[in-house]
């Protein structure tokens, strides 16, 4: 469509800014905000491009190796775009807040960018060998920011990472494996449109024998594992804990996104009848994932890995909305498909919302760590807001994100979800909701613990935000208050990109 | 033009075996210059092949009596490999930058095992195809006897022996085929004409597939391997792993499959489930699979690791053979190239890179030495060599084995399965192994640091950058653009499971 390859540009560019950050020494950290900056303002051209039907636009397509059924298919929807923005920003965010890299910084921001080029690689794919490439590829700059710039118990941190993803990635190869051999191709849309047919069930089975339902496993074992979803998530505070906190940022804010992204581009529009089968048990592990996030967050006093629950918890409201629709439902049934689409609307904008949040909260914690010599447990801290007045009314407005409070981003997403959710699965929306209850108590005596109270001695001199800091976070807190006031912003494109996905979708 | 390869490696044999032995400088850039120049024509050779099937290169009668043949010809399969041959030859010389003994001795037998190579690749003629193949094998053993490092003599006689048993298998198969066929020739594509009766292919198959096999390093016959490429220098290990491992899986492909197409046939009856010699061969190359990879696993010496990892990978060259079906074929021959390429740049890297600096190869004593600070070059090296080899998409290596499983897959799911565990196997062993040597954060024992106290490696030379960077290229490039290799072997393999016909 697009005579220009913007998004080929988008991927490559952040690996060109690697291929330079590499040799820069420490002007690693310039060419680092400047690709970035960039890539955010082509993800921002991308996004006002996008086409208003809803459908995949700005394609791009090529041959490749078409034996194997691998081509270069490139394009992106309301969905793909908004996690391209989100990418950008999270990634502008983790540069801005490393500046304190002493140690091979060309290497560590040559190591983000092309973690940057694996989170653009994936989101634009539409086929599964070129997703797949680009999704290892974000792994192993991951590992390596863990392994050789994390805390004292990286190495096993790093490992753990490592091996689950990898395992969970085996298991969508082999389940996709399974799938080409059967329909000869590995094209997402025209597999969509086989899934949908029944087709691709049909050729399955006279294949290998009714195995579809255990493919649909395997592929959603894949995304289990990095959005994550319990009982797949013991990596995950550790992984978020060890890694130096702009790495965190990066992995809890986009990261975590390529799980969800995966069950909303290839697990659900693949195998969306599959898992209507399993709806019940699926919805289950949602709601644990809810309901474990946030308690283990309740019990815990580094701030790190309270946040790092948190995350888990938060993920979960977007796996709930997206089991909760996974089932079928008659075409008359209007109010039903309108629940359909506010909760896969609350899902998306949840998947940007948690993202801009959680970045911005490990950005705080870095900022936190960096004044105190390393400092992170709740109880390190004490009323801060008396020294330092500005960072708590910013980390305190980022908290409030986090627990939803309306007015401020985190809370349309989660409205939308639990309004379209409830309808379609009353009792795992309603016991979710009690999660959200716990979720107000972690983060107000996080709010307690280090706004409040008697100042500890090594807090006494306590710098506030200087002007470079304010300057850097003024806009994302920006971002949070106008997306909590005019979620319109997003939604306005979002909303044609649900309703087309799920006329795309069989249950 | 693609002949020249042969003619010229051998050329430079001779000329480096007339060298005056002080010389060492002399004989190196002799030698690189041989190789650059064999690339040269591969690749020549490789560009005015697109597009076509096979090319006479030479065909002069030997001995008219037998019908013999001096046939030179290539097809796609044989263009790929000369292609591999011409790289690792480089790459090869470049790990050989710092042989002082003997050099140009080293390199005449160095340049003879190339000629040697070239030669299998190129012959359509069965008589010929044998001779280039033992002529092979002699260099080998000199190569590791003389410059070898561990047990060299017992892994160079333990080589020889395997070869020559493989050797005189494959021997009495083209014997026994030339008298049953009755033809005056032994040219390869006479030979998969005739009509052979199916008894004989029945017995004969086995025979000729596992003489050649052994060489490619088939469980349970693979036990040379990881002695001798542990055993032999560097470049021999690289050539070894890269290419010679690769004569014996296309001399499987080539004579075996391509003669004996009934071979592969169902017995009739089944033994503990087997039911014909295509499912015992499956069924060897998957354990070999799933073995090469958990040996790795155990292993303390870093040089064995990799050892190991070849017969793992080889293991998938001989399932992608034994489908018998266009795309397992494809794969094998493409994971024949891919491992080519990523043995020979893991074994320079364990072997010359490492080991040269720190003159040790136990894990135990690396995961000591924070290599991945002091030698960042060598740890950047192997971690994109071990991603490339552990099947990172994006690599060759990755393509390959899709295509194997995708293969396999469709003839018994059971074997792709295993297999597929194997490749989870490969990704623990070469994480391990990576983990353990450049990136453990274990502390130096007080010996260890007292003896490096200002003790510097000596710095990464230009030949292991090139090196490094070459054959790490190669494999991104045909990682992301398969279609390079595949449009030549794709062609090649539908004739010759048409039939052998080609």
Known sequence: MSGFPILTLLTVLPLIGAAIALGAGKHARGVALITTLASLALALAIWTQLPVNGSIGLVERAAWAPSLGIEYHLGVDGLGALMLVLSAIVTLMSVDAAHRVHHQPGLYFGLVLVLESGLFGSFTALNFFHWFLFWELSLIPAFFLIKLWGGARRGPAATQFFVYTMAGSAALLVAFLAVFVSTGSMDFPHLTLLAYTGELEQSVTSHFGPITLWLAIGVLAGFAVKVPMAPFHTWLPAAYAEAPSPVTMLLTGAMSKMGVYGLLRIAIPLFGHQIAQIRTPLLVLAVVTVVMGVWAAAAQTDLKRIFAYSSVNHLGYCLLGIFAIAVPIAATNAAAQTSQAAALNGVILQMFNHGVTAAALFWFVAILQQRTGGHRGINDFGGLRKPAPVLAG????????????????????????????????????????????V??????????????????????????LHEGERLALAPVIGLMILVGLLPQLIVDSVNPTVVNLLAHWRF | MLAWTIYLSFAGALVQALLPKSRAGLARWLALAVAVAGLTFAVAGFVAGMGQGRVVLADVPWVP???????????????????????????????????????????????????????????????????????????????????????????????????????????????????????????????????????????????????????????????????????APTAASMLLAGVVMKLGAYGCLRVGIALFPRGLDPWGFSFAGLGSWRDVFAVLAVIGIVYGALVALAQTDFKFVIGYSSVSHMGFVLLGLITLN???????????????????????????????????????????????KRMPFA??????????????????????????????????????????????????????????????????????????????????????VTGVVMLAGVSLFVGLYPKILLDAIEPAVKALLAGGGQ
Request: proline share 4%.
């Open chain 2, 65 to 231: 009596s037998m019908g013999i043949h001096f046939l030179l010809a290539a097809d796609g399969i044989s263009r790929v490999l000369v292609l591999l041959t011409g790289l690792a030859a480089i790459a090869g010389v470049l790990f050989s930058w710092n042989i002082e003994l003997r050099a140009h001795e080293f390199f005449a037998f160095y340049l003879a095992l190339i000629g040697g190579v070239y030669g299998v690749f190129l012959s359509f003629d069965l008589f010929l195809l044998f001779v280039f193949y033992e002529i092979a094998i002699v260099p080998k053993y000199f190569l590791i006897a003389i410059w070898g490092s561990t047990q060299r003599e017992y892994a160079a006689m333990k080589l020889a022996i395997y070869s020559f048993a493989g050797s005189a298998m494959v021997l009495i198969g083209l014997l026994a085929i030339y008298a049953t066929a009755g033809s005056h020739s032994t040219g390869l594509i006479e030979l998969s004409h005739a009509e052979l009766p199916v008894s004989f292919q029945m017995w004969c198959f086995p025979l000729v597939f596992t003489g050649f096999a052994i060489l490619a390093g088939m469980w349970p016959f693979h036990t040379w391997a990881p002695t001798g490429h542990v055993a």
């Open chain 1, 439 to 464: 979720t107000a108590t972690v983060i107000l005596t996080v709010i307690q613990k280090i706004f409040w109270g008697p100042v500890p001695e090594h807090c006494a001199n306590f710098p506030d």
């Open chain 1, 394 to 437: 910013l980390m305190g407005i980022a908290l409030f994100s986090s627990l939803g409070l309306p007015g401020l981003n985190g809370f349309v997403g989660e409205f939308l979800i639990f309004r379209g959710v409830f309808p379609l699965a009353w009792v795992a929306a309603t016991i979710s909701i009690l999660g959200l209850l």
């Open chain 2, 326 to 372: 266009q795309i397992g074929v494809t794969g094998a021959v493409l994971q024949m190239f891919s491992h080519g390429i990523l043995a020979g740049l893991l074994f320079a890297i364990v072997g010359r890179i490492v080991y040269e600096r720190t003159h040790t190869r136990k894990l135990a004593e690396l995961e000591t030495m924070h290599l991945s």
């Open chain 2, 379 to 464: 740890a950047a090296a192997f971690v994109i060599a071990g991603l490339a080899s552990m099947g990172m998409p994006g690599f060759s290596g990755f393509v390959a084995e899709l295509q194997v499983l995708v293969g396999a897959w469709k003839v018994n799911p059971w074997w792709a399965i295993t297999a597929g565990v194997g490749i989870v196997v490969g990704v623990a062993y070469t994480w391990r192994a990576m983990q353990k040597a450049f990136f453990s954060d274990a502390l130096p024992s007080a010996h260890v640091l007292e003896e490096e106290h200002g003790h510097h490696f000596a710095a990464i030379t230009w030949p292991e």
